[in-house]
Structures are given as C-alpha cells and as structure tokens.
C-alpha cells in the first residue's frame, strides 16, 4: 500500500454527539426524518387509490386495518409528519430566498413550526378519529 | 490573469462537479412550493372524508377535481420524495455499490407505484 493510501487515523472534527442538543439541530433532524416517513407515506396513498380501484373487498381490508388501533395511530403519526414537514418545509423555502437568518429569528420560527404542526395535527386527527 | 483554476467556458456553464448545476435543487425546491396547496387540500380532503364507504370514495376519486389533484398530489409527492431520499442515501451510505443500488432502487419504486396510482386513479374515473 502506498503512503498516499495507507488509512489516517486522525481524530475526527466533533460531531453531533457532543454538542447540547438545540430547538434549530434537533428541528433538522425532525425534518429529515419526517421527510423519509411521508417517503413511505406517499407509497400509502398510492396503496390507497390501487386498493379503491382493486375492488370492495380489497378495500374493506385496507379500510379495516385504517379504522384499527394500529391505523389510528399511524394515521395521527402520518398527519404530525406531513404537518410538520410543511410548516417547517415554508421555514426552509424562506431561508431559500435569503430571510430568517438571525439566530433570534430561526427559534421564532423555529417554535412556531413546533406549536403549528401539534396543533394542526391534534385538531385534524380529533376531526379524523371522530368520522371513522 | 484569471485566479480562477476553472476555465471561463466551466465558469460560465456553471454545473460544478457533479454535472447538473443546481438542478436537483432547483427542482427539490419547485416540487415543495407545488406541494404546499395540495398538500393542504388533500389534508383537508383525508380529514373530511375519513368516515366515507367505499362508493363515495370512488365517487370523490373518480370527480374531476380530485382526480387531476390527487394525481398530482401523488406524483409531485414521489418526485420529491426521491430527490430527498436521494440526498439521505448520499450522505449516510459510503460504499458506493450500495449507494447507487439504493439510489436506483428508490427511482424505480417512486416511478412504479407513481405509474400505477396514475393507472388506478384514471380506472376509477373513467369507469375502468
């Protein structure tokens, strides 16, 4: 192996682990999360319409497993993650275009992200649950 | 004289190293705003139709609003799905087999069950 090749065991620049965890790291982490379940989502829905389309009776399977326990659950877990990637997808699409920078702005929004999505997504899954 | 390593033509071009310019995200960005509507019009939609039977259901699919909405809801939702995906595999997988087999994977289930929400959607509304 040439020196140019031989593995450098430097130590690495500090990572995430030890820094004290703040509302604008975690809230990035969230969203990346966030992100990757309505991934799985969106593949959900697509079930949705193929079971609405396959017949009653493949319907009222996925319809019965939506209307469990489980799928009130995933329903409510679906609803925080596409609320949450929403609002806090606007805060994003603004520091696109350059504004909320000041760290004193990025927690106001950052907070208004927090309370908007809990929100949001309790009032529409109280809403959902009741027209099962 | 120019400081710059790059060559003017490079400059001028301006698709970096990875070929594409700022393509991914320019388009990551177009599908979010795209989103934002739908987005909150399906929401709506889920929340208010959650005790419907499976007639009004098709109903609602198969009306023309909610058909060309929904497909769109879909399919900008894939498209931006994969684009984010894309980005997470990149920067967590390091073996680079794994990366473009997960990558490519990612495509080709975003295009297979785009494809077929768009084929179920259109059975339901035109009587399929």
């Known amino acids: 192996m040439s020196v140019a090749n031989r593995p450098v065991h430097r130590p690495l620049s500090p990572h995430l682990q030890v820094y004290r965890p703040q509302l604008t790291s975690m809230l990035s982490i969230l969203h990346r999360a966030t992100g990757i379940a309505l991934s799985v989502g969106v593949l959900y829905l697509a079930v949705w319409v193929m079971c609405a389309s396959a017949g009653p009776e493949t319907y009222a399977k996925f319809q019965g497993f939506n209307s469990s326990i489980v799928g009130r659950f995933v329903l409510g877990g679906w609803l925080f993650c596409m609320f949450f990637h929403l609002f806090n997808g606007i805060r994003h699409l603004f520091w696109d275009a350059g504004y909320g920078f000041e760290i004193k702005d990025a927690y106001r929004s950052g907070w208004l992200v927090v309370v908007a999505s809990l929100v949001v997504t309790a009032i529409s899954w109280i809403v959902g649950l009741r027209l099962i | ?128």
């Open chain 2, 1 to 128: 004289m120019n400081s710059d390593l790059r060559s003017p033509l490079n400059r001028a071009r301006g698709l970096g190293s990875a070929k594409s310019g700022v393509h991914h995200f320019w388009v990551q960005r177009l599908t979010a705003l795209a989103l934002i509507p739908l987005v909150i019009w399906f929401a709506i939609s889920l929340v208010t139709m959650s005790g419907a039977d499976y007639g009004m259901v098709r109903t609602w699919i198969g009306s023309p609003v909610a058909m060309v909405l929904l497909i769109l809801t879909i399919v900008i939702g894939l498209h931006h799905g994969q684009l984010g995906l894309q980005v997470v595999i990149e920067d967590y997988v390091h073996n680079d087999g794994a990366k473009l087999a997960l990558i490519v994977a990612v495509k080709f289930i975003a295009v297979l069950f785009g494809l077929a929400a768009v084929v179920a959607i259109m059975r339901i509304g035109f009587g399929g």
